[in-house]
T-cell receptor, first 114, second 112 residues
Framework: DQQVKQNSPSLSVQEGRISILNCDYT??????FLWYKKYPAEGPTFLIS?????DKNEDGRFTVFLNKSAKHLSLHIVPSQPGDSAVYFC?????????????FGEGTQLTVNP | ETGVTQSPTHLIKTRGQQVTLRCSSQ?????VSWYQQALGQGPQFIFQ???????GRGNFPPRFSGLQFPNYSSELNVNALELDDSALYLC???????????FGPGTRLTVL
């Protein structure tokens, strides 16, 4: 039962353009969502998060959008840089009850071409 | 400030054996979570320890067990290894069960 799904295994964009990574979830009890970035041979690193009471959160080049009715969130990276090339994981939590126990999607490999 | 460290980096075992993986949490962190990441998949939550007590468990059988020590470092033990246990095992620490997690680089376990 895959409660968090990232349907695009890979995405390739040109440097300077926008990268949009998508994530869908099925568990309506999820109330907190996070994006992590992972380079090879390293653990995932936290990028940005959003609470279910918001529909947008911005941090520099990274913006996360949440559409609760569609159970969909997306991560926008503008402008994309070659150093952004990594695997991006969407994660969700029933934060109020379970805290930081996370359910992850399968990941999307982002490649930013110079 | 030292980040989350895990040992060993790589490990090869055979079916039926037992394995112990270790995690040193970041300084000041009292919560450790363990995740299993199979090839091509996202990390799956195994269990979490908070101040030496188990604080939640994912859908893993009892042969996956853990410990947290007074210095908040942690061990993951897996008994009766199966081929499907081959994965990257990630440890994450945080300063509480509701705070941001910092991940270690993982231990790559191969079961032959």
């Amino acid at each position: 039962d895959q409660q968090v799904k990232q349907n695009s295994p890979s995405l390739s964009v040109q440097e300077g353009r926008i990268s949009i990574l998508n994530c869908d979830y099925t568990n309506s009890m999820f109330d907190y969502f996070l994006w992590y970035k992972k380079y090879p041979a390293e653990g995932p690193t936290f990028l940005i998060s959003i609470s279910s009471i918001k529909d947008k959160n911005e941090d520099g080049r990274f913006t996360v959008f949440l559409n609760k009715s569609a159970k969909h969130l997306s991560l926008h990276i503008v402008p994309s840089q070659p150093g952004d090339s990594a695997v991006y994981f969407c994660a969700a939590s029933e934060w109020e009850t379970s805290g930081s126990r996370l359910t992850f999607g399968e990941g999307t490999q982002l490649t930013v071409n110079p | 400030e030292t980040g989350v460290t895990q040992s060993p980096t790589h490990l090869i075992k055979t079916r039926g054996q037992q394995v112990t993986l270790r995690c040193s949490s970041q300084s000041g962190h009292n919560t450790v979570s363990w995740y299993q990441q199979a090839l091509g998949q996202g990390p799956q939550f195994i269990f979490q320890y908070y101040r030496e007590e188990e604080n939640g468990r994912g859908n893993f059988p009892p042969r996956f067990s853990g410990l947290q020590f007074p210095n908040y470092s942690s061990e993951l033990n897996v008994n009766a290894l199966e081929l499907d246990d081959s994965a990257l095992y990630l440890c994450a620490s945080s300063s509480g069960t509701y705070n941001e997690q910092f991940f270690g680089p993982g231990t790559r376990l191969t079961v032959l």
